[in-house]
């Protein structure tokens, strides 16, 4: 079975703070991995990462993956109060497989002004 | 183009009931998902389907019923409502036959209280 762990569990920060979420996983083989912001109502995408040690970048936002440790890690700069969000992560198992795509527990970030 | 549609948004149950959460897409896409989310638990697959007359379970099935009679409803139903099944409800689409990618449509969620 996929295991997914999001660390920590909770953050509080205040604006401007610079942050980092991790999620580490134990999966056999996989296609890609998946990371979400959520604000109360649905999941919405940001980033697919595919390839061990290349960085994914949107404004302020950027991910990486490292394939041989086993993690990702999220990090958004100069936090806003708007990106107060539960951010989940996510494995993607390869095609063809039975397997399904397996959520994180989530990091509940808030941001204070 | 609606996207996923899930009814309702909000629902009280006395535990003991049955109710169906109901979720149509108007995408054509082959594969649709029911998730539940828990504080602190993320988003656990319920049941799933690649497509018209193809369930199967996912990862906490117990308590719920599907179908898929149709490409674009795949029904949730709860027989006996436990307190254990308050929970938020997300019910998702992609075009592809399974969850991949940026190519997940979620609804907006059904809020279910078992009192």
């Known amino acids: 079975e996929d295991k997914v762990v999001q660390s920590p569990l909770s953050l509080v920060v205040h604006e401007g703070d610079t942050v980092t979420l991790n999620c580490s996983y134990e999966v056999t083989n996989f296609r890609s991995l998946l990371w979400y912001k959520q604000e109360k109502k649905a999941p919405t995408f940001l980033f697919m990462l595919?390839?061990?040690?290349i960085e994914k970048k949107s404004g302020r936002l950027s991910s990486i993956l490292d394939k041989k440790e086993l993690f990702s890690i999220l990090n958004i700069t100069a936090t806003q109060t708007g990106d107060s969000a539960v951010y989940l992560c996510?494995?993607?198992?390869?095609?063809?497989?039975?397997?399904?795509?397996?959520f994180g527990s989530g990091t509940q970030l808030t941001v204070l002004p | 183009n609606a996207g996923v549609t899930q009814t309702p948004k909000f629902q009280v149950l006395k535990t003991g009931q049955s109710m169906t959460l109901q979720c149509a897409q108007d995408?054509?896409?082959?594969?649709m998902s029911w998730y539940r989310q828990d504080p602190g638990m993320g988003l656990r697959l319920i049941h799933y389907?690649?497509?018209?007359?193809?369930?199967d379970q996912g990862e906490v099935p117990n308590g719920y019923n599907v179908s898929r009679s149709t490409t674009e409803d795949f029904p949730l139903r709860l027989l006996s409502a436990a307190p254990s099944q308050t929970s938020v409800y997300f019910c998702?689409?992609?075009?592809?036959?399974?969850?991949?990618?940026?190519?997940?449509?979620f609804g907006e969620g059904s809020w279910l209280t078992v009192v």
């Open positions: 995408m054509n896409h082959e594969y």
């Open positions: 389907s690649v497509g018209a007359g193809i369930t």
């Open positions: 998702a689409s992609s075009p592809l036959g399974r969850h991949s990618g940026n190519t997940i449509y």
């Open positions: 595919t390839s061990s040690g």
């Open positions: 996510a494995v993607d198992p390869p095609s063809g497989s039975a397997r399904q795509l397996t």
